[in-house]
């Protein structure tokens, strides 16, 4: 198993404060994983530290097989970072802004060819278009092939789908998809996590309280299924803990007496919520 980043310990202190509080991280190669927690948690700190842009107070750090505080431009050109927009970019074509982007990486390897990844981001009818012109999501889209050009192993994305619409939001998540390289990923979006997510972390209050696949920590919470339906006109509402054998059941006893039959299994936002909130009560 091949890991790509590596933290054991790490530990971030502002002050008196400790943000981050022991925090032992693993990604595979490949893989997608996504970090979950609430505000403050510690989300970006954490990122940013595996990033090379802060120190940590204490702990090891492996990102890529190297210390990102002691790595260098071979390194960096490596990791692939999508930072908020390039606002101060703004008079610049899509494809001279990613062109000009791919020079630097010439020295270090073979990033993108522009039009290239263009295409594979979908702004192939922006080419031309300045950056101050595109909507919300294609700048998106273009911060997401900024972050690719140097082709990295490693990808960050910070909260990437912050104010797109859904049809975008769709668009973008397929694209995530389809990228051939280890991510790391912030949200706050619990149905984005579901869909994207090899691997789940969630962070509260600097330490990680549940790490695993959606399935795994679904496993973790005891939380009921519940089944919706009419009996003979009237509705009911039942929390069970197997739906399959309630509903076999209910359908022997009941048979055609029975409609709009309704089952709702416990989704990662009710895995997630019960987790921050037993976390809190402990607290
Ligand atoms: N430079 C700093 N100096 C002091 N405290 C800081 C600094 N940067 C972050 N913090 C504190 O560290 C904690 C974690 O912040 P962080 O930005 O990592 O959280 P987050 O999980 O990314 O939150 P959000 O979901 O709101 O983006 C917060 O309490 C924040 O106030």
């Known amino acids: 198993m091949a890991l790509v980043v590596e933290t054991v310990g790490l530990r971030m202190r502002y002050g008196t404060k400790d943000v981050l509080s022991g925090v032992d991280v693993q990604v595979k190669r490949g893989e997608v994983l996504v970090v979950l927690g609430p505000n403050g948690a510690g989300k970006t ?21 190297v210390d990102p505080d002691h790595a260098d431009e071979r390194w960096r050109a490596r990791v692939g970072v999508v930072l908020q927009s390039w606002r101060d970019h703004g008079k610049w074509r899509v494809r001279e802004l990613l062109d000009h982007f791919s020079r630097f990486y010439t020295p270090y390897g073979e990033p993108y060819d522009a039009d290239e990844l263009i295409s594979l981001v979908g702004l192939t009818d922006q080419a031309d278009t300045q950056v101050a012109k595109l909507s919300g999501g294609q700048r998106r889209r273009l911060d997401v092939a900024i972050g690719l050009i140097g082709k ?5 994305l910070d909260e990437p789908t912050v104010g797109f619409d859904p049809q975008v939001r769709q668009e973008f998540h397929d694209l995530v ?10 949200t706050h979006d619990l149905a984005e996590a579901e869909k994207l997510a090899d ?25 009921n299924a519940t089944v919706r339906f009419t009996k003979d006109g009237d509705l009911y509402v039942e929390s069970v803990e197997d739906a399959t054998t309630f509903v076999r059941e209910l359908f022997e006893r009941y048979g055609t007496r029975i409609a709009n039959l309704e089952v709702h299994q416990p989704r990662l936002e009710d895995v997630y919520l019960a987790m921050v909130r037993d976390y809190e009560e402990a607290a």
């Open 45 to 65: 700190t954490t990122i940013e530290i595996l990033e090379g842009f802060r120190k940590r107070s204490a702990g090891s750090v492996t990102v890529l097989g």
């Open 199 to 223: 691997r789940i972390l969630i962070l509260v209050g600097g330490e990680i309280v549940a790490h695993g696949t959606a399935a795994e920590l679904a496993t973790q919470v005891a939380s």
């Open 177 to 186: 998809r389809n990228l051939d390289t280890t991510i790391v990923l912030t």
């Open 152 to 156: 990295p192993d490693l990808l960050f």
